[in-house]
Nanobody, 122 residues
Framework: QVQLVESGGRLAQAGGSLRLSCVES????????MGWFRQAPGKDREFVAV????????YYADSVKGRFTISRDAGKNTVYLQMSSLKIEDTAVYYC???????????????WGKGTLVTVSS
């Protein structure tokens, strides 16, 4: 079983930066692809970014491309989401996910964290 714990969510100003972390434990595997998703109030959960197990393949949602960067530190079993040029519409609960099989939209990831809240104010 894999456990994922997100951290780093907080209140931030529009135009600012924030870094989220997700630590994988339980049965960590460097083969797992890792992804970030978010769910804004009253909206469906949406894909943000995904990185392959080796870190060689990375994909982003169009809404965050050029502003967010996903990365991973295999030695720390941690994946990061560096968020910059924050917008009010980035306000959401951000979830980390992991799995052996996924695609460019992060579909199929089977393990999920409980989320961390990011609030962007003007």
């Amino acid at each position: 079983q894999v456990q994922l714990v997100e951290s780093g969510g907080r209140l931030a100003q529009a135009g600012g930066s924030l870094r989220l972390s997700c630590v994988e434990s339980g049965r960590p595997s460097r083969l797992y692809a890792m992804g970030w998703f978010r769910q804004a109030p009253g909206k469906d959960r949406e894909f943000v970014a995904v990185i392959s197990g080796a870190g060689s393949a990375i994909y982003y949602a169009d809404s965050v491309k050029g502003r967010f960067t996903i990365s991973r530190d295999a030695g720390k079993n941690t994946v990061y989401l560096q968020m910059s040029s924050l917008k009010i519409e980035d306000t959401a609960v951000y979830y980390c996910a992991a799995g052996l099989v996924t695609n460019r939209a992060g579909n199929g990831l089977e393990y999920w964290g409980k989320g961390t809240l990011v609030t962007v104010s003007s």
